[in-house]
């Protein structure tokens, strides 16, 4: 069985939600702190080993493209001002991938995105990771993922527990357990209402796939939005070939809206020894403020 060495982020939304912001840059550039987005990810997929990462990007992909390469007169100017620590993380982030960059002409859906990337990907299976979505200890996760892969050679999702208010905005999936930490996909629904919801098991948008999601993506009709659908491409995979599971513990945050993305900057505001201490004043005055006047 093929070992995974491949990673697909697909980066091509429109990003609507976080307009006019993402008028000419995408939603995954957006900083958490002074980091993109799409750097903790690409950090994690490099950490596991993951040797290509392809971006299925838009029309606003310069942004990606010059991050992830060499910045000579930036770098210049950074050596004349004695900013080596500065120097050397900049160079770094150009060092520590090997991009292919890969164009989704039209905004299809995400499944669509996804199946951009098969001449890239061609014949191996891959993993494949939402650009706005950071999980912590991310490693930690990817490798349980990869050990699946190893064990059963089938397509692997992670699902994390959600709060039934929260179950609309995800697909959820219907399982079966198979041990502590293993379970089978029996079906996957996008986006139910509570009560349509065959468990609280949300995707979190971290998939390892065998190319077979490929066929199955050429034969998916829009559905939801009149999007082509990773979940419906998924719940085609199923006829043919098992998927597994396993559970994420690591806390997820979703940078994907303006609220969740604050969340997101607030929580790791708070874990920089930097800013941390004026920060906590900074939002303890804005409160007394509020609670003043109200
Ligand atoms: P989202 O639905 O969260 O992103 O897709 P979006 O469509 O850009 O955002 P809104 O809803 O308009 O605010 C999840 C991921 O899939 C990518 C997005 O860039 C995001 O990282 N995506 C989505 C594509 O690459 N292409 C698509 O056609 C749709």
Same mark, same amino acid.
């Given at each position: ?9 697909p ?52 942004a ?10 930036? *770098? $210049?100017?950074l #050596? &004349?001002?004695? =900013? ?8 770094? +982030? @150009?060092? /520590? ?21 098969e ?8 993993l ?10 991310? *490693? $930690?996760?990817? #490798? &349980?993922?990869? =050990? ?8 692997? +999702? @992670?699902? /994390?527990?959600?709060?039934?208010s ?6 959820i ?122």
């Open positions: 069985m093929r070992e995974i060495r491949k990673a697909v982020l980066v091509a939304g429109w990003g609507t939600r976080f307009l006019p912001a993402t008028k000419a840059m995408p939603k995954e550039m957006l900083p958490i702190i002074d980091k993109p987005i799409i750097q903790f990810i690409v950090e994690a997929l490099i950490n596991v080993g993951i040797e290509n990462v392809i971006f299925v990007t838009g029309r606003h992909k310069k990606i493209e010059n991050h992830f390469d060499y910045n000579h007169e930036l *770098e $210049e100017h #050596k &004349k001002a004695g =900013k080596e620590k500065l120097l050397k993380e900049v160079v770094q +982030i @150009a060092n /520590m991938v090997n991009p292919i960059y890969v164009r989704q002409k039209e905004q299809l859906g995400l499944g669509h995105a996804v199946l951009m990337a001449p890239a990907v061609s014949n191996e299976p891959f494949v990771a939402l650009g706005d979505i950071i999980i912590e200890n991310e *490693e $930690e996760e990817l #490798k &349980k993922m990869l =050990k699946l892969f190893r064990k059963y050679g089938n397509s692997i +999702i @992670a699902l /994390m527990e959600v709060p039934e929260e179950i609309s905005k995800y697909g999936a219907k399982v079966r357990e198979l041990d502590n930490e293993t379970f089978i996909i029996e079906d996957l629904i996008e986006k139910p209402s509570p009560e349509e919801a065959p468990s609280n098991l949300a995707i979190v948008g971290r998939y390892a796939f065998t190319p077979t999601i490929f066929e199955k993506l050429k034969t998916t009709k829009p559905g939801r939005g009149g999007e082509i659908q990773l979940t419906d491409a998924m719940k085609l995979l199923l006829e043919d070939e098992a998927i597994y599971a396993y559970k994420v513990n690591n806390p997820v945050y979703d940078t994907g809206n303006p609220l969740d993305y604050l969340r997101t900057v607030i929580t790791f505001a708070f874990k920089r020894e930097d800013i941390n201490g004026k920060l906590r004043d900074f939002l303890k005055g804005i409160l007394n403020e509020e609670r003043t006047l109200s």
